[in-house]
């Protein structure tokens, strides 16, 4: 198998904490130090999330302003994904940092369960976060924690709310959602092959089924993600070093199945997103 794989680093997310892994980058200044690591490493999008002072999340546009210009300037070329996540804030503020105009967004397109909470992404905001993003020229990461959430993506971009070609995150492993197993894995990828020919996919896993997906992800020929936001241990008896750390066990795994990991060149070829 020789096509270049693209690996996605979550560097911080809104959930760990210092406590949690004294690793987690959460000031904007360990933020570009953890993803300039990581880009060394080999990850060619970083996908980003703020935090306030005291480690709580925010979609505050100048923090995010702040971590697209130092980005920008120490990871030359790598793609920036800015989060659009329903805990940073709530309704349209969770877009409000759009108009900086990413690489890429994440654009979860349908509600479902979460640990403790029900994850609620409206129709109407939903519409929202896609016209923002076809307005300012960004290209949307489907977050599909659920079956149903690769069939309204593929809605969405016949209704051209959303430009093809899709690339669809296949989330699994978060509690009381869709978990990390293996015949569903496989139909997703099916399904979205047979819906959206042509469409790239991630595979995605939370906590311990971080690395099985980074392995069946590879394996199957799609793309994948790591970082500190999905799972801060590297196995059971010990955290994990850091972002690069874990990005570097995902290049491991794709010298293992023979494919190579792509550049920051043909990330963005592959994405369709416009040279640097």
Same mark, same amino acid.
């Given at each position: ?28 200044? @360990?933020? =570009? ?6 880009? @060394? ?22 923090? $995010? ?14 793609? &920036? ?6 805990? +940073? ?21 349908? +509600?479902? #369960?979460?640990?403790?909470? =029900? *994850?609620? #992404? ?8 896609? +016209?923002?993003? %076809?307005?300012?020229? &960004?290209?949307?990461? &489907?977050?599909? $924690? ?8 593929? #809605? ?5 709310? &959303?430009?093809?070609?899709? *690339? ?16 569903? $894995?496989? $139909? *997703?990828?099916?399904? %979205?092959?047979?819906?959206? !020919? ?29 970082? %500190?936001?999905? #799972? ?8 994990? !070093? ?17 494919? !190579? ?16």
């Amino acid at each position: 198998m020789s096509n270049p794989c693209i690996i996605c680093v979550a560097i911080t997310g809104s959930l760990p904490r210092k406590e949690n892994n004294p690793a987690v980058p959460v000031t904007i200044e @360990e933020q =570009v130090e953890s993803t300039q690591a990581a880009f @060394e490493a080999g990850a060619t999008i970083a996908h980003c999330h703020v935090r306030n002072d005291d480690q709580t999340p925010t979609s505050d546009p100048e923090k $995010f302003a702040r971590l697209l210009e130092g980005l920008r300037k120490h990871c030359p070329g790598m793609i &920036i994904q800015l989060s659009t996540g329903g805990r +940073s804030g709530a309704e349209r503020e969770r877009g409000g940092m759009l108009p900086l105009k990413p690489d890429m967004a994440s654009l979860s397109v349908g +509600s479902n #369960n979460f640990p403790t909470r =029900v *994850y609620e #992404n409206a129709p109407d905001l939903v519409d929202w976060l896609a +016209s923002e993003m %076809l307005t300012h020229d &960004i290209k949307p990461e &489907i977050e599909a $924690f659920d079956l149903s959430h690769i069939h309204q993506a593929v #809605n969405l971009m016949k209704q051209d709310k &959303i430009k093809a070609p899709l *690339y669809v995150q296949f989330v699994m492993g978060v509690k009381n959602a869709m978990p990390a197993d293996k015949p569903t $894995f496989d $139909f *997703y990828i099916e399904t %979205l092959e047979r819906l959206a !020919p042509g469409s790239q996919w991630c595979g995605a896993g939370v906590g311990a089924n971080q690395l099985v997906l980074n392995e069946w992800s590879i394996a199957a020929g799609g793309h994948t993600r790591t970082g %500190l936001e999905d #799972n801060v241990r590297w196995d059971k008896e010990s955290l994990a !070093p850091s972002n690069a750390a874990l990005v570097e066990r995902v290049a491991t795994l794709c010298e293992k199945y023979e494919r !190579p990991v792509a550049t920051w060149q043909q990330a963005r070829e592959i994405l369709g997103l416009k040279a640097v």
